[in-house]
């Protein structure tokens, strides 16, 4: 009791002498109360069979029938392993992309074209998916797409990607990593700006190359940026990137075995029966396992290295 009546003044005390900074956060702690709090009573459609007339609360409680269509299928382990595995693919080799690039474009020392290498890089991140889709078309088409023209004009036989379910892996994560890279680049660059100048000019006067100076001081420095953020990518570790896969894949059943992910399973199983309670079991599904596996991960990193855990 004494401990809560002590954080109490703390926090008022806290409030009073920094009024500016806790209105600064208002907006975020609303937003977060409004769409991310208040609508948690509504996982309960999950477990009921949804009448927009009697709604969430009247409408009769079913328990973990709507979970059986991922089960009963067969494909639960599939999807499932395909989500997680190219999350898995995204998360790292993005975040090492992003990491290397950031670095790159830090050691650049002409002002405008850094600002111009930093727009370019960002530009793919606005790119709708569907264009996106369309641009994948034009360079895989067996008929005429631009890497079988090329192919057809150094002497080699036309090769039908779409019909090549093994490619196709490293094709979407390519074009993740090619679409993702600048925005997270960003908070990288942001973090490396935020070190200070004096450890990297106390390095050069003992003499320190610039492999080592980004060895031994911007990486280390970087690394609780790094955890944090792959730390927080993992709670969406389920949940897939449906704009780029469907648009990629579309309904070509002959690449389902490798690109099928929970998202454009669910989106094919479910479309034209608006059956919001099954679309909201997946949804469950995908947050809870979300949060085991964030839950997992921080109490490895917390035996590791406490200062960089989550809590």
Known sequence: MNKLKTGGKNFLHELKHKKILFLMIAPTIVYLIVFSYIPMPGAYIAFVNYNIGKGIFGSTFVGLKNF??????GDLWRITKNTLLYNLAFILIGNLVQVVIAVMISEIGCKWFKKVTQSVILLP?????????????????????????????????????????????????????????????????????????????????????????????????????????????????????????????GNNSVLYAQTDIIDTFVFRSLVGQYNFSQGAAVGLYQSVFGLVFVLGVNAIVKRIDPENALF
Do not use: C
């Not at 059986?68 to 299928?73: G, M, N, P, R, V």
């Not at 600048?182 to 003992?206: F, K, P, R």
């Not at 940026?225 to 469907?246: E, P, R």
């Open 68 to 73: 059986e269509f991922l089960a009963k299928t």
């Open 125 to 249: 991140y606005f790119i709708s998916m569907v264009i996106v889709g369309y641009f994948a078309y034009n360079l895989f088409n067996y008929n005429y797409g631009f890497v079988n023209s090329i192919l057809t004009s150094l002497g080699f036989a036309k090769h039908d990607f779409y019909s090549d379910q093994g490619i196709w892996k490293y094709i979407i994560v390519a074009f993740k990593i090619w679409s993702g890279t600048g925005y997270g680049m960003i908070v990288y660059l942001a973090a490396i700006t935020g070190i200070n100048g004096d450890v990297y000019e106390a390095a050069a006067l003992d003499g320190a190359s610039l492999l080592q100076k980004i060895r031994y001081i911007t990486l280390p420095l970087l690394r609780p940026t790094i955890v944090l953020l792959i730390l927080f990518s993992l709670g969406g570790i389920l949940k897939g990137s449906f704009d780029l896969f469907y648009n990629l894949i």
